[in-house]
């Protein structure tokens, strides 16, 4: 019953319209159905998952959310299974990449009986419709809603599901957004991850899979990337703001410049061409919980041109001689692609 009167920060930016309580709001921002039996079965599809009463006549009990982000796409699921003669665990997975293909991502750990019984005390009215809020005179618009979709089987067989947009003040995606949390919590890199530095529990799971080697190591290291102004600065004038995020003797090597070494070189460098470009994260390595290799692909200023051609980059990332992770080193290739 605590779901009741809990009040989420889901980290989306939305103004809520009251609807009646029995619209759940199942289109999608691209005016997609999502609560039709055809959409519930390619939503189950593109994660390569089975349907939620197929887990439950194994004997699993379940609780699963699907997240659909504010621009229409199939963002995440994640899944708390107790299985026969297993322990709760929480697992994480990102959409297949196509027909025939492993999911790109899957996170996974055993989590905590208290976290498993928490979920399902939250669970038990997750898909019961609010009364109508009463009509107001005043205009509001829902702008990028996400849409959630909650599934579970409690231990005696019996499933409840429903799809739910954040448009609507009713408890699934609310539901939904406590389920990312308390993976958040169970997955401990995810968990190192700052909060600030990204939307909402979702996208910090998303981010979490970026993270290999030392996850500990890479979680921090991304934390300092992402610090305000640090991956997209202003020009020129963040230099010395940013001037403390450098290695001593950082050496960069920026596409069609001259390499630079020392903290201030490399801080002006960085300040005027990152204001221009934009690095786009493909993984973070902890090669040791000092040492932290970013890689990536430096997109030219205007990366909305088809003919645009990304150039592949590597951060290497040191904590040293008493400081946190700062950058020692940026290295760039030929083009990713002609």
């Not at 829902?142 to 009713?170: N, P």
């Not at 979490?208 to 300092?224: E, F, I, K, S």
């Not at 970013?294 to 001689?321: C, F, H, K, M, Y």
Request: hydrophobic share 45%; with cysteine.
């Amino acid at each position: 019953m605590r779901l009741v009167a809990a009040i989420l920060a889901l980290g989306i930016a939305t103004t809520v319209v009251p609807v009646a309580a029995k619209d759940r709001g199942c289109r999608d921002d691209n005016g997609a159905e999502r609560c039709a039996p055809e959409a519930l079965r390619r939503q189950e599809k593109a994660y390569g998952v089975e349907a939620i009463d197929a887990l439950g006549a194994r004997g699993a009990q379940v609780i699963r959310a699907f997240f659909v982000d504010g621009y229409g796409r199939d963002v995440g699921l994640v899944s708390f299974v107790r299985g026969p003669a297993s322990e709760p665990r929480v697992e994480w997975m990102q959409p297949l990449a196509g027909p025939a293909d492993d999911p790109r991502v899957r996170l996974s750990s055993v989590v905590p009986l208290a976290t498993w019984e928490d979920l399902q005390a939250d669970g038990e009215v997750f898909d019961r419709p609010l009364a109508p809020e009463p009509a107001s005179a005043e205009l509001s618009i829902c702008l990028h809603g996400w849409v959630v979709r909650v599934e579970t089987v409690d231990a005696g067989g019996k499933s409840h599901a429903s799809v739910e947009s954040t448009c609507v003040s009713g408890l699934v995606a609310r539901y939904g957004f406590r389920i990312a949390k308390a993976a958040v919590a169970a997955l401990p890199s995810c968990a190192l991850l700052d909060p600030e530095r990204t939307r909402n529990d979702v996208t910090r799971l998303a981010d979490c899979t970026l993270l290999t080697g030392d996850r500990a190591a890479a979680a921090q290291a991304y934390n300092v990337f992402r610090t305000p102004w640090f991956a997209s600065p202003g020009g020129p004038d963040f230099a010395r703001p940013l001037l403390y995020l450098f290695h001593d003797r950082a050496e960069l090597s920026w596409p069609g410049q001259p390499a630079v070494t020392g903290w201030e070189a490399a801080s002006r460098v960085w300040a005027e061409q990152a204001a221009k470009a934009h690095f786009l994260v493909a993984r973070i390595y902890g090669e040791t919980p000092d040492r932290v290799r970013i890689e990536g692909t430096i997109l030219p200023e205007d990366s909305s041109d088809p003919r645009a051609v990304g150039i592949p980059a590597t951060l290497i990332w040191t904590r040293e001689n008493g400081f946190g992770f700062r950058l020692r080193s940026l290295t760039s290739g030929a083009p990713a692609s002609s």
